[in-house]
């Protein structure tokens, strides 16, 4: 793996490269990680990977046509015939007069913001072992717990550098540090599985291994003997472990994109109050330490802290250049980079504004309902906006969370929801997307 400043320089002279072989325009992004991950099942050693690449793509600009190459091989000679065959498959390739580059009058500048997004502790080996052994003693130590899925410990590295032909050039590396533990509780047709999971930036930012595996059993044994629910009707509570999901489907129908080729439910919503007016929805890629932190999109443009939701308002909808030239507006900075093609969509850093009651007020009057904690499929269509789940979690009866229960659908549409949609006040602040404890009423359950 190159360091960033490295990683730049050889972004950079791709671009020349392809200048060189009669690109009109070109960028280039050089994307390289390292990672190592421990796994353990019941108390023994059980996998060890490491696993590290780099990966360089090159995407060229001949007038309106483009096209996009990349290689693991970054030897001078691989690059030299990586621009040539990218300049070949550009002047065959159709017309499209969206594509090209972002505004170079929007592009950022260096110094980029320093969002503390790496660790230099490099935890060796045998104390990833250490901890993955610790989260499962104490996972299998929860009593009715019955057998163990494993548990894990990880750490890895990271590396970004984009560079373009009209000025922008930048890096920046990124560290992540992991823990989980998965393990089984009860006998028989009656068992129950449940798991904890957390990553950082950070490695102290990580709870402990122990605390990881507690609430890994602790959960698994309240999913014990679970029951069945009648179909109707009934308010739905999500815990925020799967309520970042609601905001990540919004998310991809605010993609310029989607908006673009008419495929999103949003379509013609822009501006349009969707939630509550008390709801807000957050966006900080800037916040230090975050997991979807980053200085700039995989354009070079700014990334800047906004309101997706203000005032219950969708606000913007989030666009690379390509979508924001069809649909005659200003690229928002959101632009992300894989392995080669052109740009898609990501965002930073998001969360669901918390509310002013506490979760047990949130539910008080809730006379039936359902408290969600795990959600099943991919049943989402994000043209329509229809929703249908499966699910488990367990009953709300007369406001207090009782029993177990399992094997049941949740439906409903994703523009109802978001209007039903109320929050509580215990904002967590650990994942991409933060959400609190979440309610949405009206929605139809099908169980028994």
Known sequence: MLSIEAARERATALIDRALRAGADAADAAYVADAAESIQVRLGKLEDVERSEGEHISLRVFIGQRSASIGSSDLGEAALDELAARAVDMARAAPEDRYAGLAPAELLTRPPFADLALTDPAEPSPQALREAAQAAEEVARSVSGVTN???????????????????????????????ISAAVVAGEGSGKQRDYAWRQARHRTDLPSPEEIGRLAGDRAVARLAPGRVKSGPLPVVFDPRVGGTLVGHLVGAM?????ARRSSFLLDRLGDRLFDSAIAIVEDPHRPRGLRSRPFDGEGLPTTARNLVEAGRLTSWLMESASARQLGLQPTGHASRGQGGAPGVSVGNLHLAAGSATPAELMADIAEGIYVTELIGQGVNGVTGDYSRGASGFRIVDGTIAGPIAEFTIAGNLVDMFAALTPANDLEWYRAINVPTIRVDGMTIAGD
């Open 255 to 259: 993609s310029g994109a989607a908006i």
């Open 148 to 178: 163990s899925e494993g548990a894990g410990a990880s750490a890895g590295r990271a590396v970004f550098a984009l560079a373009t032909s009209h000025g922008f050039s930048g890096a920046y590396e990124t560290t992540s540090h992991g």
